[in-house]
Nanobody
Framework: QVQLVESGGGLVQAGGSLRLSCATS????????MGWFRQAPGKEREFVAA????????YYADSVKGRFTISKDNAKNTVYLQMNTLKPEDTAVYYC?????????????????WGQGTQVTVSS
């Protein structure tokens, strides 16, 4: 079993930055690929970014490519999402997830464990 706890969300103005963290416990992070998803009010949960089990490969949704960076620190059992040049349309609850698939994936079905989410609000 893996427990995931997100932190770092908040209110930021458009153009600003936030760094989300996802601390894991129960199993070491190196055993899992990790992903970030987000869900805005009235919308389905969507893929944001993923990082492979080894940390050597990363994947991004087109909407965040060039602005967001996913990384993982296996020693700290923590995965991060650095979000720069934030836009109002980035407003959502952000969830981290762990996958047994080595590369992660962009589908919710690829992930086995989920955190409770952290709210990110970007004001215009």
């Amino acid at each position: 079993q893996v427990q995931l706890v997100e932190s770092g969300g908040g209110l930021v103005q458009a153009g600003g930055s936030l760094r989300l963290s996802c601390a894991t416990s129960g199993r070491t992070l190196r055993n899992y690929a990790m992903g970030w998803f987000r869900q805005a009010p009235g919308k389905e949960r969507e893929f944001v970014a993923a990082i492979s089990r080894s940390g050597g490969s990363t994947y991004y949704a087109d909407s965040v490519k060039g602005r967001f960076t996913i990384s993982k620190d296996n020693a700290k059992n923590t995965v991060y999402l650095q979000m720069n040049t934030l836009k109002p349309e980035d407003t959502a609850v952000y969830y981290c997830a762990a996958s047994r698939i080595s590369y992660g994936g962009s589908s919710r079905l690829d992930y086995d464990y989920w955190g409770q989410g952290t709210q990110v609000t970007v004001s215009s």
